[in-house]
T-cell receptor, first 115, second 115 residues
């Protein structure tokens, strides 16, 4: 498809397990962003990539969270030793470049539930 | 610091009524962009509009219009003759020229349009 895709759409895991969330950006978009949406915190920025580099990781809540992007395309967000407070919808977005004017287009999200 | 405030948590209107969603922002950047996104029940964030800090012209797109006023740091969104399909959560967001790639979102306004 032409839009941002994310997988899985839903993920249920047990506390303490590791999870990987995947994002496939719009073709030709060099910038990729991860956000988290939860009831208590709203929409929070996590990290963004320009190409394979991550100039801003300031939103990652702890060192249990990491993300990588290889080949300037697909990105994976990994959460180690999941906790219940990690339960949220994880949204990925992409834009042509990471310029201030560039519009970010969002994927459908991955709903993570930690039991 | 950058901040976006959407003071209206929930709004309920009857179809064909006009409704205005408020957005107030704070930033020290002289160059910045403001955005509105719609999140229907399906969950995906849909881009509606982008406005830069140097362009205070109001914009109209069909039933949608936006009023940007730098003097009051506001970027309000009006839906004319609302329809049931307009029911969604609407987010206002800010991206500053010196803040890298991230969008700062307001808490969102849930609009319910009843038939």
């Amino acid at each position: 498809g032409a839009g941002v895709s994310q997988s899985p759409s839903n993920k249920v895991t047990e506390k303490g397990k590791d999870v990987e969330l995947r994002c496939d950006p719009i073709s030709g978009h060099t910038a990729l962003y991860w956000y988290r949406q939860s009831l208590g915190q709203g929409l929070e920025f996590l990290i963004y990539f320009q190409g394979n580099s991550a100039p801003d990781k300031s939103g990652l809540p702890s060192d249990r969270f990491s993300a990588e992007r290889t080949g300037g395309s697909v990105s994976t967000l990994t959460i180690q030793r999941t906790q219940q407070e990690d339960s949220a919808v994880y949204l990925c977005a992409s834009s042509f470049i990471a310029g201030v004017a560039d519009t970010q287009y969002f994927g459908p999200g991955t709903r993570l539930t930690v039991l | 610091a950058q901040k976006v405030t959407q003071a209206q948590t929930e709004i309920s209107v009857v179809e064909k009524e006009d409704v205005t969603l408020d957005c107030v922002y704070e930033t020290r950047d002289t160059t910045y962009y403001l955005f509105w996104y719609k999140q229907p029940p399906s969950g995906e964030l849909v881009f509606l509009i982008r406005r830069n800090s140097f362009d205070e012209q109001n914009e109209i797109s069909g039933r949608y219009s936006w009023n940007f006023q730098k003097s009051t740091s506001s970027f309000n969104f009006t839906i004319t003759a609302s329809q049931v399909v307009d029911s969604a959560v609407y987010f206002c967001a800010l991206r500053g020229g010196n803040q890298g790639g991230k969008l700062i979102f307001g808490q969102g306004t849930e609009l319910s349009v009843k038939p």
